[in-house]
């Protein structure tokens, strides 16, 4: 129950298309969930967080869609760029213990020009 | 600047050796985490410290070990107990534990066994 499903492993996309990544989550205690973006050799960034009491975010190009009923959360890229090949986590986690983040298994997206 | 340093950024450790891989913050956040990435996975909890000289066991916790004597330090051991220990090591602290406090990363520490 405390699993954070997460696809695809792997995404390829050209220069200028949308990129999704798909989350998906059964426990229904969890109440925030951010993505985070990892570059090879580096340690992970936040890159956008929702929480569950809204149904979309959006900070530029990067927007989460969550959907409470499916438990389930997306990524989308828009306007995706080379720079923006890199591996993507979402996670999760409950109440009052930000640091139990529970992360999904990863995408690496390749985004060709 | 301010941030998480993570030391060394490569280690080789023998069959049998502990290792002790160094995290130091300057955020003056209170909350400090391990978390251990293997290939193509997801982060997994080591231990995590809301306040110093405390500390919780993560979901992976057996053959590491912690301390956190100082708010900036909170250094991780890499015991001989622990069978697989090649892995990409993160280090990560935040101002609060309460859900919502964005967690920043360091750079994190490659660990192979020889």
Redesign the interface.
Known sequence: QQQVKQSPQSLIVQKGGISIINCAYENTAFDYFPWYQQFPGKGPALLIAIRPDVSEKKEGRFTISFNKSAKQFSLHIMDSQPGDSATYFCAASVGSNTGKLIFGQGTTLQVKP | DGG?TQSPKYLFRKEGQNVTLSCEQNLNHD?M?WYRQDP??????IY?S?IVNDFQK?DIAEGYSVSREKKESFPLTVTSAQKNPTAFY?C?S?R?????????????SWLTVV
């Open positions: 998480i909350a985490y193509g996975q997801g982060l997994r909890l995590y809301q993560g993160l990560a935040s609060g534990s309460s859900s919502g406090n964005t967690i920043y990363f360091g750079e994190g």
